[in-house]
């Protein structure tokens, strides 16, 4: 079965750190970007970054709100993603998700081509409060 | 950053109707455009991506059309699984991978 599993979320007070897994199984991981995305209570979703594959440098990208205090890592060989959260501030409370990011290539006449990216296996998600 | 606006913001339907619900970018996103359906306290599921291109397993009374910044979510014929709350995102070249604010959709 395809699916990925988070974990690591809890209560931390502001100004702390906290680190979320996630978990993939049944497809190659190391083939996939993988993206992270949350939601405040109450709230829409919020993209909040992804991390690409071997094959593109592993190069990461995070939404402004986060940069420079969160930071995305992975280790292909035990299947697994991570969210290092640090300076952690009440509007970081939120259900956060793990989601496989797969793209498909498409091409047009015109000689244009390239790959739409979309978020297509998503876990449950792992709760943060951030809250003294 | 690329802004997405979804209208309406709510909607009330009966089983069996025709249902649309829109999106517009603030700039051009090409049809780099993703729909997803999110039901209370569950993960969201992937419907449509590239603006028009069903998910495999997805019912398809759902479908989705646009190009440049309109874009549009359909349900022909409403299920009672069908209500919940639904997302556009962009998927346009450089992120934030923003999406819209979300349409939730509640039986009448």
């Known amino acids: 079965e395809v699916q990925v599993v988070e974990s690591g979320g809890g209560l931390v007070q502001p100004g702390g750190s906290l680190r979320l897994s996630c978990a993939a199984s049944g497809f190659t991981f190391s083939d996939h970007y993988m993206d992270w995305v949350r939601q405040a209570p109450g709230k829409g979703l919020e993209w909040v970054g992804r991390?690409?594959?071997?094959?593109?440098?592993?190069?990461?990208e995070y939404a402004a709100s986060v940069k420079g205090r969160f930071t995305i890592s992975r280790d292909d060989s035990n299947n697994s993603l991570f969210l290092q959260m640090n300076i952690l501030k009440p509007e970081d409370t939120a259900v956060y998700y793990c989601a496989r990011v797969t793209g498909t290539f498409f091409y047009e006449t015109s000689g244009y081509y390239d790959h739409y990216y979309y978020m297509d296996v998503w876990g449950k998600g792992t709760t943060v409060t951030v809250s003294s | 950053d690329i802004q997405m606006t979804q209208s309406p913001s709510s909607l009330s339907a009966s089983v069996g109707d025709r249902v649309t619900i829109t999106c517009r970018a603030s700039?051009?996103?090409?049809?780099?455009l993703n729909w997803y359906q999110q039901k209370s306290g569950k993960a969201p599921r992937l419907l449509i991506y590239?603006?028009?291109s069903l998910q495999s397993g997805v019912p398809s009374r759902f479908s989705g059309s646009g190009s440049g910044t309109d874009f549009t979510l359909t349900i022909s014929s409403l299920q009672p699984e069908d209500f919940a709350t639904y997302y556009c995102?962009?998927?346009?070249?450089?992120?934030?991978?923003?999406f819209g604010q979300g349409t939730k959709l509640e039986i009448k």
């Open positions: 991390s690409r594959n071997k094959a593109n440098s592993y190069t990461t």
């Open positions: 590239g603006a028009s």
């Open positions: 700039q051009s996103i090409s049809s780099y």
């Open positions: 995102q962009q998927s346009y070249r450089t992120p934030p991978y923003t």
